[in-house]
């Protein structure tokens, strides 16, 4: 009995939340922008990521980690804890008020806010696409670039909410990553300097590689001829990599050739020219001149991906140099899978511009986005696998013991916010100036991170991003396309979404859309109280 009660009170102790009861964790959160799942070297990417993938060695990966499709859906669950639509933050059909321009309930507070109570000071860096000022959502400090159409020389960014000067195009010295980065460990510094007594967090939201696909000439350098083969080959040497590091689930997905941009821009086509491809022909199908205006592209994702990861290291090593590094949890993401869309923005696209150069505007497409999203189905805004999954890589070297492990379990970016809660001792809001606060959807990651488990299971995981809607519950994934029926897949046996059970098991879809539908009510009423009656539905469109 003796030896029983020492063994529970190890366990107690050992958990992470208790091993930093008196010294709270720092927290660093990083999110890419439009990354494909296999990316990263340590996700099965031939693209040089040293600083990820020594996270990854020294810490845990997920292989089935899940944002929401969509960038600034993703970041209102990321900050909140709920899925966007809960917080308005997506839209809900025949609701006004909600969407990526809508505002969040008062009650939904951000991070920041839950962890000021204890003392926390917060840090912002890069791609903002909330709702709000940043610093009234309980930042002390803000970089947010807001213009996602120039890495080289943005127009509309802040710092503290204040505007910046536009940079000149000519001064040839910004780039967004770096920027981004240069920030991050501004804010860092100062807090050693004037705030060493208390812990922080940093949320470091990269823009990269969000098209337009730029990068610095000499990082483009390295990739040259990397993509020569073509995204054919080069996916089924990523799938064997992914394989090899158990990462991989059960089969490479087929490229769907018939299946382009989410959204048809064809005036944008041909600005880009004759040897653009809005489909994922076979590489083989491609003229020289086809082929070699593609390489020179993905030799740009490529090069976006690797500038990232420099500047990652060079934000760990300001962590080390601070001697913080071992009581800081990082955890890196992406917003969605990679894009295949395809427009024009910005200042426009010069056909002159060397690819990657501040005159282009070039898009990976459809082809290397189904490369980038290997080994899943479809791309960024579809909720099938590739627009979803997303790498999740957590390290803490003094709450993380496990080492270069794979966790398997199904979660979410919902699951972000109670997991920091958890291992920094914040409480959970369940009020906010005397009105109840819904419960939060998601689960915390904490004991994950040393051993394996199930995270959401009867209640399972929802999607919906402009009509494209997904559940996944027990192992079973239900999952349609914008205005097409349900599909039914196991996962546990074939996350390639390649064998469709919905005719086999009818009745389990029946239940599953039963959930789906349940839940999306469940989430009309957060959303829809205290909207104007007038805001909150949709005029009815006349008979005709």
Not at 1 to 22: D, F, N, Q, S
Not at 23 to 34: E, G, L
Not at 521 to 544: I, M, R, Y
Request: charged share 25%; hydrophobic share 35%.
């Amino acid at each position: 009995m003796h030896a029983r009660l020492l063994a529970i009170g190890l366990i107690i102790l050992l958990t992470p939340a208790a091993t930093h009861a008196a010294t709270k964790p720092n927290i660093v959160i990083i999110m890419a922008d439009d990354m494909g799942y296999s990316d990263a070297s340590c996700y099965g990417g031939e693209i040089h990521t040293p600083n990820l993938d020594a996270l990854a060695k020294n810490g845990v990966r997920f292989s089935r980690f899940y944002n929401t499709a969509r960038c600034w859906s993703s970041r209102a669950a990321l900050l909140t804890g709920y899925y966007a639509q809960q917080v308005r933050r997506d839209v809900i059909p025949g609701v006004k008020g909600t969407g990526g321009q809508a505002n969040r309930p008062s009650w939904a507070r951000l991070l920041p806010e839950m962890l000021k109570p204890l003392g926390y000071r917060s840090y912002h860096s890069g791609k903002w696409h909330v709702d709000g000022e940043v610093l009234k959502g309980g930042f002390d400090h803000s970089y947010s670039l807001n213009d996602h159409d120039r890495h080289f020389y943005p127009k509309w960014h802040t710092e503290d909410d204040q505007p910046l000067p536009a940079v000149d195009p000519s001064s040839g010295n910004y780039y967004s990553s770096t920027a981004v980065a240069d920030y991050a460990i501004k804010y860092l510094k100062d807090h050693a300097k004037n705030h060493a007594d208390t812990p922080f967090f940093t949320y470091v939201a990269f823009t990269t590689p969000h098209f337009p696909v730029q990068a610095p000439p000499e990082d483009i350098a390295k990739y040259k001829q990397t993509y020569l083969p073509g995204w054919d080959a080069l996916r089924d040497a990523r799938f064997k990599r992914q394989r090899a590091l158990g990462l991989a689930g059960s089969e490479l997905s087929a490229i769907e050739r018939d299946l382009g941009p989410p959204y048809p821009f064809p005036e944008a086509i041909k600005k880009l020219g004759p040897n653009e491809v809005n489909r994922p022909k076979p590489w083989s199908e491609l003229n020289d001149d086809q082929k070699a205006f593609q390489v020179a592209k993905m030799a740009v994702h490529a090069a976006m991906v690797d500038r990232m990861d420099q500047e990652i290291g060079r934000i760990i090593n300001q962590l080390r140099e601070m001697k913080t590094l071992d009581n800081t949890l990082i955890l890196f993401m992406s917003d969605n899978g990679a894009s295949a869309e395809m427009m024009v923005r910005g200042d426009g696209h010069d056909p002159n511009a060397a690819p990657g150069s501040g005159g282009s505007y070039l898009s990976i497409g459809p082809g290397w986005s189904s490369l980038a999203n290997t080994p899943f189905r479809r791309h960024k805004t579809w909720v099938h696998e590739g627009g979803i999954a997303t790498p999740l890589i957590a390290h803490w070297p003094s709450g993380i013991k496990a080492k270069d492990q794979i966790r398997d379990e199904a979660c979410h970016l919902i699951d972000i916010v109670p997991t920091i809660l958890e291992v920094t001792g914040a409480p959970e809001i369940k009020t906010w100036e005397g009105e109840p606060v819904p419960a939060a959807p998601g689960r915390s990651l904490a004991k994950h991170f040393e051993t394996s488990s199930p995270v959401h299971t009867d209640d399972g995981i929802w999607w919906l991003h402009e009509g494209n809607r997904a559940l996944l519950v027990n192992g079973l994934k239900l999952v349609a396309a914008k205005d097409q029926p349900w599909e039914l897949y196991d996962m546990t046996t074939d996350r390639s979404e390649a064998t469709n059970l919905a005719s086999e098991r009818p009745e389990k879809v029946k239940e599953l859309a039963a959930i789906w539908n349940r839940q999306l009510q469940e989430f009309k009423a957060q959303a829809t109280k205290g909207l104007p009656a007038e805001t909150n539905s949709q005029p009815k469109k006349k008979a005709k």
